[in-house]
């Protein structure tokens, strides 16, 4: 059975850090591109950051850059997401995806974090709070 497992999420204060992990069972992660992306109440799910599967090729959200930082290991089938001075606004649900960048619609990993409606391979999340 193919599933992504998101840990990681938690409470955490303004300026606090949080490494959120995905990690792949049931298929190797290393053929595909993994993104993350996140949730909060009342909005639309939004691309936070992509790396593709071999390449190193990676894609941040404006609002995330320089603070998070995402990076994987194939060896452990997981993928991270270093989560680095944390606002309130960075509070939501992250989910990880997964794709394989091969369809006619997603071929770069920016693409692939501008269409989340387009994927289907996802985990079931893990909440992040930030608050002091």
């Known amino acids: 059975q193919v599933q992504l497992v998101e840990s990681g999420g938690g409470l955490v204060q303004p300026g606090g850090s949080l490494r959120l992990s995905c990690e792949a069972s049931g298929f190797t992660l290393d053929s595909y591109a993994i993104g993350w992306f996140r949730q909060a109440p009342g909005k639309e799910r939004e691309g936070v950051s992509c790396?593709?599967?071999?390449?190193?090729?990676?894609f941040y959200a404006d609002s995330v850059k320089g603070r998070f930082t995402i990076s994987r290991d194939n060896a452990k089938n997981t993928v991270y997401l270093q989560m680095n001075s944390l606002k309130p606004e960075d509070t939501a649900v992250y989910y990880c995806a997964a794709d394989s960048l091969t369809s006619a619609w997603i071929t770069t990993v920016q693409a692939m974090c501008y269409t989340p409606l387009m994927l289907n391979s996802w985990g079931h999340g893990t909440q992040v709070t930030v608050s002091s």
């Open positions: 790396i593709s599967s071999s390449d190193g090729n990676t």
